[in-house]
């Protein structure tokens, strides 16, 4: 991208972060897979989401993290909870923590959204301990 919008400041800080927790590769393909229908929509998560909200000194990455999946879980964004699961390779939350929020998910936002959530959790971990192996 040639131009920085919006709030250039907050774009490259959003991206940073963006690339710290989810990894270049992930990036790398929403970069290479946006197109001119949705490149606003890139550009406005890597500066709002990413720039504003995940670039806070208020948390930590894994506080940060373990809210974003007990609200993905709790609003049942499959796709979404399993990709934030594969990031806490890079913030710090551990498999207890994604547990108890889970359990918190449970209680909250109800039983199937917890069962649906710890599913995909297990899956990902079973996938991410697979690619431990190969290496």
């Known amino acids: 991208m040639d131009e920085v919008p ?3 400041a907050r774009y490259r800080a959003g991206l940073a972060v ?3 927790v989810l990894g270049d590769r992930h990036v790398d393909r929403a970069e290479i897979a946006a197109t001119d229908f949705d490149q606003p929509f890139q550009e406005l998560i890597t500066e709002a989401a990413w720039g504003a909200v995940w670039a806070r000194p208020g948390f930590t990455r894994r506080e940060r993290s373990i809210v974003t999946l007990a609200l993905l879980a709790a609003l049942g964004h ?3 909870v399993a990709l934030h699961v594969r990031a806490t390779a890079n913030t710090g939350a551990s498999r207890e923590d994604i547990c108890e929020a889970f359990l918190h998910v449970a209680i909250y936002a109800g039983v199937p959204a917890a069962n649906r959530a710890f ?4 899956d990902v971990f079973s996938e991410m301990d697979g690619a ?3 290496r």
């Open 119 to 122: 599913k995909i959790a297990k």
């Open 18 to 20: 963006r690339r710290s």
């Open 132 to 134: 431990k192996n190969v």
């Open 6 to 8: 919006g709030n250039a």
């Open 78 to 80: 499959d796709e979404e």
